[in-house]
């Protein structure tokens, strides 16, 4: 802190004890940010803790205050880093196609096998290789059925989950299942 004073020409004590609060924003304008701005060239998406232990041990620079007034101070003045969005297609909005109707509303279930809806789970694992899961759930029951990862959406994983849910409930076939069909 005593280099940040000497830059500024005050004595430590004095400057600390006057509570003078445009030495303050002095400080702030012609010490602290053309500091912070240089870091941010060189990290533009380094977080303000780590910014400010960089600054500290790595640059060597003493800012004269803590990481959690170095945190407020760079949020209030609007220098914190935003994050990322997510530029990942998660699901289809279903613009541009058809409507297509609740074909179970109305249905009332009373037992299981009455309605079993799939679903096809993605998420990227590493380096944007995406892995799948298949599902069928009973809804009366509220049961997985079928279950069924893997690294590619071929039919045949499909198939494989609709033969863990036939073998689940080995009573009733597709046949004996509601079909809006």
């Not at 299981?112 to 799948?132: A, H, P, R």
Request: charged share 20%; aromatic share 12%; glycine share 10%.
């Amino acid at each position: 802190m005593e280099s940040v004073y000497r830059e500024l020409g005050l004595v430590g004590k004095s400057y600390i004890n006057s509570g003078d609060g445009i030495l303050v924003s002095k400080h702030i304008t012609n010490i602290f940010f053309p500091i912070v701005k240089e870091w941010r060239i060189k990290h533009p998406r380094m977080g303000s803790r780590s910014l400010y232990y960089s600054i500290k041990n790595i640059g060597g620079i003493d800012l004269g205050m803590g990481v959690n007034k170095f945190e407020q101070l760079m949020s209030t003045s609007g220098m914190t880093v935003k994050p990322l969005r997510s530029r990942i297609v998660k699901t289809s909005d279903g613009k541009g196609k058809g409507h297509y109707p609740n074909l179970t509303n109305g249905l009332v279930l009373n037992n299981v096998n009455q309605l079993i809806v799939g679903d096809i789970t993605y998420y990227d694992i590493i380096d944007d290789q995406w892995s799948y899961i298949f599902t069928l759930k009973d809804i009366y029951s509220q049961r997985i059925l079928g279950l069924v990862p893997s690294l590619s959406m071929e039919a045949s994983f499909a198939y494989q989950c609709l033969e863990q849910a036939f073998s689940q409930r080995k009573d009733v076939g597709p046949k004996g299942m509601y079909s809006p069909f």
